[in-house]
Structures are given as structure tokens and as C-alpha cells.
């Protein structure tokens, strides 16, 4: 099963691009970031008529996430457990049946959480701990799940083609990177570093001061796996040379292949 994670930077903007990549990489899920849409804007037909089943937790203009899959979705919830005030649209869940296993699929878009610090940290780092109960209560309940997504986290310095730039920044400041290890340290593991070592990969390339020309990324779109799943996985990529394409996002796709 090929599951991949995109921040699209908007439905609208990628409403040629993503199908375009979506018909060539045949992905049997693709879990979406900054879709920018309402439920009832997003253009669900052009995925159903992919044979994806559509599942969407949309907001105005920001945020937004969405499920593609080939495969029906189960038991599909939306906003991330612990804070029922916030109506920020970041998190959707569902279960979809491999060939063999169930997986819960979790798309997350965390926090950007700049300037920090700020109230736009604080709310980074409690949506953070959020994230963490969530992951704990699915261990204790031996669930397999994967929680992909742009996390917005730099976790290493081999993680960013220019670290000392972004030592103060939201992504990468000491707080940031101690609670993305608080998840590894629940026995998650982090799909790509599982595959490949070594600086130079990179999942975004700001718009600005030709980073994409430069190579100055980011890898800051991540799987993290429970030890179930990790059990079934077989290879994680990056699909580097979609930024390169027309109207491109400022991400790239991820993805993770299973032997689920």
C-alpha cells in the first residue's frame, strides 16, 4: 500500500498540479495539507472520478486537511482530541483495510507557530502535546497508525540546507525539536530517516530568493509510524522533482510504501 502526505498550498492554485502528480505517482492514499477550502468547495469529483473516496475537514481561505483513497475510509473523525475550542482545521483520521492490515491513516498540519515565541508558539507547542496524549491513547490500544503531515518541525540540523538560518525560527528552536523527540521516544519511527541518512533531503523550498534554484530546503513533512506499521514498511521517498514542475507547491509530496 503507497500512502503519500502533500501540502498542497491550496486546492485552487494546485487544481491542475495534484491530479497531474496523483495520475502519475498512483498513490492508494494521498493524505492533503493547506487545502484552503470549505468541505462544500472542495472539488471531490475530480478525485472520485480517480476512484478516490473523498474524505475532507475544511476552513475558510486557511488550513484545512483532506483523505484520498482508493480504498473505503472507516470511521473517519476530524479535529485533534483535547481541546474542543479550537476550530482550527489541522487533523482527520480514518482507517483504511491493506490487503492484509487495517491501518489508521491520522493527516496532520501542525502549527507554524512564528514569531516565536508568542501566542502562536504557545498554541504550536500545546497543539504539540495534544498530539502526544493522542499518540499515547492510540498505543495503549495497540491501534495501528500513522500520523503524516507537514509537522512543521526541523527535527536535525542535516534537516536544513542553511541551519544557523533558522535557529530562532518556530520550526527549528529547541522547544520544538524536544517535542517532536517526545514522540519518537513513544516508540514511533520517524519513515524516512528509517531509509536514508544524511543531509541534502528536503520536502520545501520557499517561494522566496530562489531556494528551490539554490537547493536551500527544509524537510519538515514527516511519517511517524507505530511499531506495527513500522513493521510494514519498505521504503519512503520524496518526491524532490515535483517543486521543479508548473504552479508548483512550496512542499512536496512524501511517501511511504507498506506491507499492509
Known amino acids: 500500500m503507497k500512502i503519500a502526505t502533500f501540502n498542497i498550498n491550496g486546492i485552487k492554485a494546485r487544481i491542475d498540479a495534484l491530479p497531474a502528480w496523483l495520475d502519475e505517482a498512483q498513490p492508494d492514499v494521498a493524505i492533503l ?24 475537514h475544511g476552513q475558510k481561505s486557511f488550513n484545512g486537511v483532506a483523505i484520498l483513497s482508493k480504498r473505503p475510509l472507516e ?10 475550542s479550537d476550530e ?17 491513516i491520522c493527516g496532520l498540519y501542525l502549527p507554524n507557530g512564528n ?10 507547542l500545546s497543539w504539540m502535546a495534544r498530539l502526544l496524549d493522542h499518540a499515547q491513547s492510540m498505543l ?26 533558522w535557529r530562532e525560527d518556530a520550526l527549528f528552536r529547541l522547544e520544538s525539536r524536544a517535542a517532536f523527540r517526545r514522540l ?25 530568493a530562489g531556494a528551490w534554484n539554490r537547493n536551500n530546503g527544509i ?23 515535483v517543486r521543479g514542475r508548473d504552479k ?12 499492509a
Not at 470511521?75 to 474542543?84: Q, S
Not at 508548483?248 to 506491507?259: G, M, T
Open 33 to 56: 495539507q493547506e487545502i484552503k477550502s470549505v468541505d462544500e468547495g472542495f472539488p471531490s469529483e475530480i478525485f472520485e472520478e480517480r476512484g478516490f473516496n473523498v474524505a475532507t
Open 184 to 208: 519518537l521516544n513513544l516508540g514511533l519511527t520517524e519513515a524516512f530517516r528509517a531509509r536514508t541518512a544524511g543531509p541534502g533531503h528536503y520536502s520545501f523550498w520557499d517561494y522566496q
Open 88 to 104: 482550527q482545521a489541522r487533523w482527520i483520521e480514518a482507517t483504511v483495510m491493506g490487503d492484509t492490515h487495517p491501518v489508521r
Open 140 to 165: 495503549a490500544s495497540e491501534t495501528p497508525f500513522l500520523m503524516a503531515g507537514d509537522y512543521n518541525i526541523i527535527p536535525q540540523v542535516e534537516d536544513a540546507a542553511k541551519p544557523d538560518s
Open 115 to 124: 514569531p516565536a515565541p508568542g501566542p502562536k508558539y504557545d498554541y504550536k
Open 219 to 241: 524537510r519538515i513533512d514527516h511519517f511517524l509510524l507505530c511499531p506495527q506499521v513500522a513493521d510494514m514498511l519498505q521504503d519512503c521517498q520524496i518526491d524532490k522533482e
Open 75 to 84: 470511521d473517519v473523525t476530524r479535529g485533534l482530541p483535547g481541546d474542543d
Open 248 to 259: 508548483p507547491s512550496d512542499h512536496v509530496p512524501v511517501w511511504v510504501e507498506l506491507a
